[in-house]
C-alpha cells in the first residue's frame, strides 16, 4: 500500500458551504459568503469574449491583471502577487516560510483554511483563542517565539465578523519582530463600514514586513473563477510568486477580475445593498433576543454551543442552508431579501436565549 505524509492522519479536511433543499423545492444557501448577486452583463461578456481563446495557456504571471491592481492601488507592480483565489494565496505564502520547526500564529477560531494548509505546509501552528469573539492581539504578539516566520490576522475576522481597530493592530505590529512576516487576511474589506477599521494597506506602505490579501470572490462576485492576490513590498511579493502553480489563475478568471476593476463602482453599489441588509438581519435577530457580534463583514455569528448542529438541521429542514462550526456557532451569509427574511423567521421560531 502506498505510504503517505503522516501530516494527512492530523490535518483538518476543508468542509466548503453546503447547499440544502426543503421538501416543498426552497433551497437558500447562507453557508458560503457568496454574492448574492449574479455577475453583471458587462464581466459576462468578458468572459464569453475570453472563452473563445482558451485553447491556449492562460498568462502565468496574470500581468494584466497584476498591472491593473497595481493601478488600482497606487503600488509597484513588483508589490502584487496573483493566486487562484485567497485560499491559494494563504497556501502561498506559507510556502515561502513552510520548513520543520517554523511556527504560524493565527487567531480560533479564524478562517478554517489556516490549520489545514498550516499543516500541510510542514509548519508547526499555533492558535490563539478568541477574546469576545475577537482577535486577542496581545495575546498574539505574546505568542510570538524565535521560530515564529508568520501571523495571520483576519480582519474582519471569519467566521464571527469582528474587527480590530487602528490602535489596537498599530500597537500589535510595534510587538512582532521584523522578520516575522504579518498578512492581514482582508477578504471581506468591502463590507467595512467602521471608520476606525484600518485599511491594510496603510501598514503595508510603513512596514516591509506587513503584506495584505484580498480576494474577487465576495464583493466582486467571482467566487466560481477563483482570484485572490496579495500586495507587499518585493521580497514577500516576489517569494509568494514563485509559489504559484504554474497557470493557476485561468484564463476566464482574468479577464472577469479585470472586467470586474473596470466595473468597480457598479459592483460596490451591490455591496451597499449588502450592508443595508446585514444591519437589517443583525436587528432583527436582535429584537429577537439572539447575542449577535457586531460585523464588518457579510455574514451574521450566532454562538449556539451545543445546539449548533441542530440549529443548522432545523434550517436546513427548511432550505436554508447555514454553516455550523462544531459545538461552537453557526455563520449565517447575508443574501437577498427573500432569503434573509425566511432564515430570520427560522431563527425566531428556533428556541433561543443566547
Request: glycine fraction near 6%; charged fraction near 25%; charge should be negative.
Amino acid at each position: 500500500m502506498p505510504r503517505f505524509r503522516s501530516i494527512l492522519d492530523t490535518v483538518p479536511a476543508y468542509k466548503p458551504g453546503r447547499a440544502v433543499v426543503s421538501p416543498d423545492g426552497r433551497s437558500y444557501k447562507l453557508s458560503s459568503n457568496e454574492s448574492p448577486y449574479e455577475p453583471l452583463p458587462s464581466v459576462i461578456e468578458a468572459i464569453t469574449r475570453a472563452a473563445g481563446e482558451i485553447h491556449r495557456y492562460p498568462d502565468h504571471g496574470a500581468v494584466r491583471l497584476t498591472r491593473a491592481l497595481a493601478e488600482r492601488y497606487d503600488v509597484p507592480f513588483e508589490h502584487v502577487a496573483v493566486g487562484a483565489g485567497s485560499v491559494s494565496v494563504t497556501a502561498q505564502v506559507l510556502q515561502t516560510i513552510g520548513e520543520a520547526g517554523a511556527e504560524v500564529v493565527y487567531a480560533w477560531r479564524s478562517f478554517e483554511a489556516y490549520p489545514l494548509l498550516a499543516g500541510l505546509a510542514g509548519t508547526t501552528p499555533v492558535q490563539v483563542p478568541l477574546t469576545d469573539e475577537t482577535h486577542d492581539l496581545d495575546a498574539m504578539a505574546a505568542a510570538i517565539t524565535p521560530a515564529t516566520r508568520l501571523v495571520f490576522v483576519c480582519n474582519p475576522n471569519n467566521p464571527t465578523g469582528t474587527v480590530n481597530r487602528t490602535a489596537e493592530i498599530e500597537r500589535f505590529l510595534d510587538r512582532v519582530p521584523d522578520h516575522v512576516l504579518v498578512v492581514l487576511d482582508e477578504a471581506y474589506r468591502e463590507y467595512v463600514r467602521d471608520t476606525d477599521v484600518p485599511d491594510g494597506l496603510r501598514f503595508y506602505r510603513e512596514r516591509p514586513n506587513v503584506a495584505v490579501m484580498r480576494t474577487f470572490s465576495k464583493a466582486y462576485g467571482l467566487a466560481g473563477l477563483r482570484v485572490g492576490y496579495l500586495i507587499g513590498h518585493e521580497p514577500v511579493a516576489g517569494a509568494v510568486h514563485k509559489t504559484l502553480t504554474p497557470f493557476a489563475v485561468n484564463h476566464l478568471a482574468q479577464a472577469a477580475a479585470l472586467a470586474s476593476l473596470e466595473a468597480e463602482r457598479e459592483l460596490l453599489e451591490r455591496v451597499e445593498r449588502v450592508v443595508a441588509e446585514r444591519t437589517r438581519v443583525r436587528e432583527a435577530l436582535l429584537a429577537q433576543g439572539w447575542t449577535v457580534p457586531p460585523t464588518e463583514a457579510n455574514f451574521v455569528w450566532l454562538r449556539l454551543g451545543a445546539r449548533t448542529g441542530e440549529f443548522a438541521e432545523s434550517c436546513a429542514e427548511s432550505g436554508v442552508a447555514v454553516r455550523p462550526y462544531g459545538d461552537e456557532g453557526a455563520r449565517v451569509s447575508i443574501a437577498d431579501p427573500e432569503a434573509n427574511d425566511t432564515f430570520l423567521k427560522l431563527a425566531e421560531a428556533f428556541p433561543h436565549r443566547c
